[in-house]
C-alpha cells in the first residue's frame, strides 16, 4: 500500500514536470503583447498561439471583439481600424 501511494505520488510529480516544461512558449506567447497604435484604443489585449485578441473601440465609442490571426507576419504597424485589428504590412 505504501509502495503504491509513493509511486503515485511519483508518477503525479513527473507529469506535473513534464507538462509544465512544455508549456513555457505558449505562456510567453500569450503574454506577449506586440506593439502597435491599437493599444491606444483596444482592451482586454492577448495573444494565443500565434493569434492576438482584443477588444477595440470603433468611431462611435463601442467596443468589439476582433481578432489578428498570424500578427507575428506583420511588419507594419497593427492599428485599430474602426474596431477591427489590422495590419498595416505583412512579410512575405
Known amino acids: 500500500m505504501k509502495n503504491t501511494l509513493v509511486a503515485l505520488i511519483l508518477g503525479a510529480l513527473s507529469l506535473s514536470t513534464v507538462m509544465s516544461s512544455s508549456d513555457p512558449a505558449q505562456?510567453?506567447?500569450?503574454?506577449?503583447?506586440?506593439?502597435g497604435s491599437y493599444r491606444r484604443t483596444c482592451r482586454d489585449v492577448r495573444t494565443d498561439r500565434g493569434t492576438?485578441?482584443?477588444?477595440?473601440?470603433?468611431?462611435?465609442g463601442r467596443y468589439h471583439r476582433t481578432r489578428l490571426e498570424d500578427y507575428r507576419r506583420c511588419r507594419g504597424d497593427i492599428e485599430n481600424d474602426n474596431g477591427q485589428l489590422r495590419c498595416r504590412r505583412h512579410h512575405r
Open 27 to 35: 505562456a510567453q506567447d500569450r503574454d506577449r503583447r506586440p506593439d
Open 52 to 60: 492576438l485578441f482584443a477588444r477595440c473601440e470603433d468611431r462611435r
